[in-house]
């Protein structure tokens, strides 16, 4: 029995980012352009022999980038936005100014992937006019054939898709800007075929999001035409991250297979396939092995799956591959020596994730392969059972939960309170978290792990860069301080050190968004506060000066989003886990004069479930996390949040019944739409927009800023207004955040002398 294995995409960035330290070299010109893309090409051959050896048959080309596979999806049809279109056409040059900036342009926007935490840039389509303006999966194609024997599965993120996750455009538009770009994505089709392709993966994830009758029909014109014109070619039309909505129509779509996914499903594409039944004449790429999850598949569960799947459709039908792209997975657990060994056992990542797909393909072809999957499966199931995994005293705290344990003061109390003891001025400034995490900082972080600096050293040089910033923020004249998180690899990954029942790898490495990377921890049990984790270095900063210091923390939803969860147990226990031992840090932090408290969560939307009826229980569990962590304060005790780069017009409600007393909010980077939000919902909390991207090395001018606040002075009142960046500094320069920061408390101070002589007035 012939069962095909296949992979839906392989993560970029290597066992050891080699990708990121590549694109890191270029950006700051230590290598010329050739020797970067010598390095990259080397990295992709690297990529795809790798998946050739571990027995995959249909290999993905055209996965890798070199910044955003929507990027590349856009750049290669001509998607590009006005003020970069003096730029050389399809170069290196524009490639990464759109999603970087230029002294003269903003970035496009990046928001999230879909539930990931994984971010795209936003392609623009006014004044973009559609065409072929590179053929790069062709390139990847005669690369892997020629160069390997590989006759590869290219890749490409589908017209709808593409459109959808597109802005500058109305919605009575869809169906003409989907229409223009397919004679393009035919001609990049064709010359693939001309060049020997057999099969393109077309991955169309909106197709288990909510969709209408109209874009049902817009698939059905888009793949009719394919099917038309491009009948040599053998078309795999790719879902992942849930069910397929409209299923009896897509698979009926005039294609050779269907990717389904038949993890995050939740059952209900099985369940589909058995009432609806499926094509005999398509073949069915069953997303079997989770693309997403860091833990070992039960491979006997994996084979009785399989089974059901084909007792509705004939065995030759089936493709066995992941659930999506191991793009949101680490490349291998081989390097992961520090973690306790019962654990190392129970993960899989992206390479092991691939044996999994061959083992259980193989599976299908001999019966002798039954032991095999059951001992492959057993480290997983002891794992499971470790009764060690559960903390008594937890689950008794969490049985006595209730709605009163997570509620505060009303806002309008707290707010005359909190101005009566801070006395800030109007449009107070602050910075978000982070500041630079120079070469300096992460050479002694590094020496500190190895042993080679002492812990008194390595706390005297944390103490040394704290006091720096907090002298740059006392010149820069900002309102409110941070010590800057010096101490901190990552939002996430430190608290994942520190809280029990939490683990961190050594290398299991994924890509945020562009060569940021980040480890996320491992919830391996139930988790519980240990000691103070942030005190040390917030009391320091405090005594240095005597402005509000706000405490750093990462919030519960961001931790658990932001980490590989557990398989086990519910998130909403997960959620409630976390909760209680952050509320038990700013009870800390409070207790020592800390009170002024931001509780982090940029993953609030980032969770959102892509099911419209499955959102309520999401956010309602959400709200309930975040308010159980921060209702234990006093009135006088202001907490903040923050959020970015995803769209919070749909969550504004949720994210009001937070219940922070300030928020602040990306908005620059999105080129102010947040903005547009506050026009129909009257926000009553204080909130600060944030006034530049601090993701782009560009320096935004004064002029520039105080367009961006008094934009926002529009619909907003300014008593309640902040004045801040879109996010943490940590990935700036030094020059250029004093630079930035000194623009920005300009502007405000502007803007504020204004206001009050208009008020005056």
């Given at each position: 029995m012939n069962i095909v294995t296949s992979n839906t995409g392989y993560p970029r960035i290597g066992e050891n980012r080699e990708w990121k330290h590549v694109l890191e070299k270029y950006w700051t010109k230590k290598i010329t352009r050739v020797a970067f893309e010598l390095e990259m090409k080397q990295l992709r051959i690297d990529y795809l022999k790798k998946q050739r050896s571990k027995g995959i048959e249909l290999i993905p080309i055209g996965d890798f980038s070199y910044y955003d596979?929507?990027?590349?999806?856009?750049?290669?049809?001509?998607?590009?936005?006005?003020?970069?279109?003096?730029?050389?056409?399809?170069?290196?040059?524009?490639?990464?100014?759109?999603?970087?900036?230029?002294?003269?342009?903003?970035?496009?926007?990046?928001?999230?992937?879909?539930?990931?935490?994984?971010?795209?840039?936003?392609?623009?389509?006014?004044?973009?006019?559609?065409k072929l303006t590179h053929n790069r999966l062709l390139d990847?194609?005669?690369?892997?054939?020629?160069?390997?024997?590989?006759?590869?599965?290219?890749?490409?993120?589908?017209?709808?898709?593409?459109?959808?996750?597109?802005?500058?455009?109305?919605?009575?538009?869809?169906?003409?800007?989907?229409a223009e770009l397919i004679p393009h994505y035919i001609k990049a089709f064709q010359e693939l075929a001309e060049a020997g392709a057999e099969w393109i993966q077309i991955d169309e994830p909106i197709l288990v999001q909510d969709i209408d009758q109209p874009t049902i029909e817009v698939f059905q014109e888009v793949y009719s035409r394919f099917n038309k014109e491009l009948p040599e070619l053998k078309l795999l039309l790719q879902t992942y991250f849930g069910s397929v909505e409209r299923y009896e129509e897509v698979i009926q779509l005039p294609v050779d297979a269907i990717g389904l996914?038949?993890?995050?499903?939740?059952?209900?594409?099985?369940?589909?396939?058995?009432?609806?039944?499926?094509?005999?004449?398509?073949?069915?790429?069953?997303?079997?092995?989770?693309?997403?999850?860091?833990?070992?598949?039960?491979?006997?569960?994996?084979?009785?799956?399989?089974?059901?799947?084909?007792?509705?459709?004939?065995?030759?039908?089936?493709?066995?591959?992941?659930?999506?792209?191991?793009?949101?997975?680490?490349v291998t657990t081989a390097n992961e020596k520090s973690l306790p060994e019962q654990l190392v056992d129970a993960l899989a990542f992206a390479d092991e994730k691939l044996e999994e797909v061959v083992l259980l393909s193989e599976a299908f072809k001999s019966a002798e392969k039954k032991d095999e999957l059951r001992s492959y499966s057993r480290a997983v199931t002891e794992f499971h059972k470790d009764t060690s995994r559960v903390n008594v005293d937890v689950q008794k705290e969490l049985c006595q939960l209730n709605e009163l344990t997570a509620t505060r003061a009303p806002f309008k109390e707290r707010k005359e309170q909190q101005k009566k003891k801070w006395q800030l001025p109007p449009l107070p400034t602050t910075t978000i978290g982070s500041f630079p995490q120079t070469k300096e900082v992460r050479a002694a972080r590094l020496k500190f792990k190895k042993g080679s600096l002492s812990e008194a050293d390595y706390e005297t040089f944390i103490q040394e860069e704290i006091q720096k910033w907090v002298n740059i923020q006392e010149e820069l004249q900002l309102d409110v301080f941070v010590h800057g998180e010096f101490e901190r690899t990552d939002m996430v990954e430190f608290f994942g050190q520190r809280l029990n029942g939490m683990e961190v790898t050594t290398n299991g490495w994924v890509q945020s968004y562009g060569s940021r990377c980040v480890k996320p921890p491992i919830i391996a049990a139930d988790i519980s506060f240990d000691q103070p984790m942030t005190l040390k270095e917030t009391l320091y900063a405090k005594s240095l000066t005597t402005k509000p210091m706000k405490g750093m923390l990462t919030g519960p939803v961001t931790i658990l989003n932001w980490s590989f969860e557990r398989d086990d147990i519910s998130?909403?226990?997960?959620?409630?886990?976390l909760a209680l031992a952050i509320q038990e840090e700013i009870r800390q932090l409070e207790a020592n004069g800390i009170e002024m408290i931001q509780v982090d969560e940029p993953a609030l939307r980032e969770g959102l479930p892509l099911k419209e009826n499955e959102r309520a229980d999401y956010l309602a569990n959400a709200t309930y996390a975040f308010r159980l962590a921060t209702?234990?304060?006093?009135?006088?005790?202001?907490?903040?949040?923050?959020?970015?780069?995803?769209?919070?017009?749909?969550?504004?409600e949720t994210i009001d019944a937070l219940d922070a007393d300030v928020i602040s909010i990306e908005a620059s980077r999105s080129h102010g739409e947040i903005i547009h939000t506050f026009e129909r919902y009257e926000y009553q909390k204080d909130i600060g927009l944030g006034v530049y991207d601090i993701h782009s090395p560009r320096i935004p001018s004064?002029?520039?800023?105080?367009?961006?606040?008094?934009?926002?002075?529009?619909?907003?009142?300014?008593?309640?207004f902040w004045v801040n960046p879109d996010c943490g500094l940590k990935t700036r320069t030094t020059e250029e955040t004093i630079d930035a920061l000194k623009v920005m408390v300009e502007a405000a101070e502007e803007v504020r002398t204004s206001l009050q002589v208009g008020t005056s007035k």
């Open positions: 596979h929507v990027l590349d999806t856009a750049m290669m049809f001509g998607l590009i936005p006005k003020r970069f279109q003096s730029m050389e056409e399809a170069s290196l040059e524009q490639y990464f100014a759109i999603a970087r900036g230029t002294d003269e342009h903003v970035a496009s926007e990046m928001t999230k992937w879909f539930n990931t935490n994984y971010h795209y840039i936003v392609p623009e389509l006014q004044d973009a006019a559609p990847l194609f005669n690369e892997a054939k020629y160069e390997l024997g590989i006759k590869g599965k290219p890749v490409i993120l589908g017209p709808v898709t593409l459109i959808a996750l597109s802005k500058g455009y109305e919605n009575s538009e869809f169906k003409e800007k989907v996914d038949f993890v995050h499903d939740k059952g209900a594409n099985l369940e589909k396939l058995k009432s609806s039944g499926f094509p005999s004449d398509k073949l069915l790429a069953c997303g079997v092995i989770d693309g997403r999850s860091i833990w070992k598949s039960n491979l006997l569960d994996k084979q009785d799956q399989a089974a059901k799947i084909t007792s509705y459709i004939q065995p030759s039908q089936l493709i066995i591959q992941p659930s999506c792209s191991l793009l949101h997975v680490p998130l909403r226990e997960m959620l409630n886990q209702s234990s304060v006093e009135p006088t005790t202001q907490i903040h949040t923050h959020m970015c780069y995803s769209e919070f017009d749909e969550i504004i004064k002029i520039e800023m105080k367009r961006n606040l008094e934009r926002a002075l529009r619909v907003l009142n300014q008593e309640q």
